[in-house]
């Protein structure tokens, strides 16, 4: 079944806007109407089925943006199928889970939403924005750690949970039939959303 789609993100560099992009790309593929965008250009969330919402996580914190759409919006999202996600982390610490800030938690239980995915991020001395990305940037942990092929995978569990019959359960929130088998867990997060120090390997992608 078609659904609507609104891909959200708030990015600094530039690397959250890409993931945004593959993840637009992948749902189109199965079939969905997609709209993708920054955080401050998306349109009434009510004409959407489903929203993803993007940041990057830099110093456990999302984009100032991100954070303000999920406040505003609280009360449409928990009426619709929420996704979260985060980038940013690279170097030795590319691959670990990094926790939601306590404030996104918070919005996050109030919607119903799952606990954010965690992407690895890019860096690199091109795109790199502020005294300590760049300098950061200069050593070996410049790269892009982007792994397209997690993230196109998590489009397509997202895009096969949506396309299911929607069902709303006893608290209120709306998810998919997966009574096929078929789910969309999101892969190394945090569910409690507890705050775990992020090291200088993770950068505001």
Same mark, same amino acid.
């Given at each position: 079944m078609?659904?609507?789609?609104?891909?959200?993100?708030?990015?600094?560099?530039?690397?959250?806007?890409?993931?945004?992009?593959?993840?637009?790309?992948e749902l189109r593929n199965g079939g969905h109407e997609v709209e993708v965008c920054e955080v401050g250009g998306a349109g009434p969330v009510a004409k959407y089925d489903a929203v993803i919402i993007g940041s990057a996580i830099y110093l456990r914190r999302w984009r100032p943006e991100a954070v303000d759409f999920l406040r505003k919006h609280v009360h449409e999202l928990r009426d619709r199928q929420v996704w979260l996600f985060h980038s940013g982390p690279i170097g030795p610490d590319k691959d670990q889970a990094q926790a939601m800030p306590r404030n996104v938690a918070r919005l996050a239980r109030k919607i119903g939403a799952t606990p954010a995915t965690t992407f690895a991020g890019r860096l690199e001395q091109d795109t790199a924005k502020g005294f300590l /990305?760049?300098? %950061?940037a200069r050593g070996n942990l410049a790269e892009d750690s982007r792994d397209w092929?997690?993230?196109?995978?998590? /489009?397509?569990? %997202?895009?096969?949970?949506?396309?299911?019959?929607?069902?709303r359960s006893s608290d209120g929130f709306l998810s998919a039939d997966h009574s096929d088998g078929a789910s969309c867990v999101p892969q190394q997060t945090?569910?409690?959303?507890t705050e775990q120090q992020a090291g200088n390997s993770t950068t505001p992608a």
């Open positions: 078609t659904r609507k789609v609104l891909v959200v993100y708030a990015t600094k560099m530039g690397a959250t806007a890409g993931i945004a992009t593959a993840i637009g790309d /990305a760049k300098r %950061i092929v997690r993230i196109a995978a998590w /489009a397509n569990e %997202i895009s096969a949970a949506i396309s299911g019959p929607l069902q945090l569910a409690d959303g």
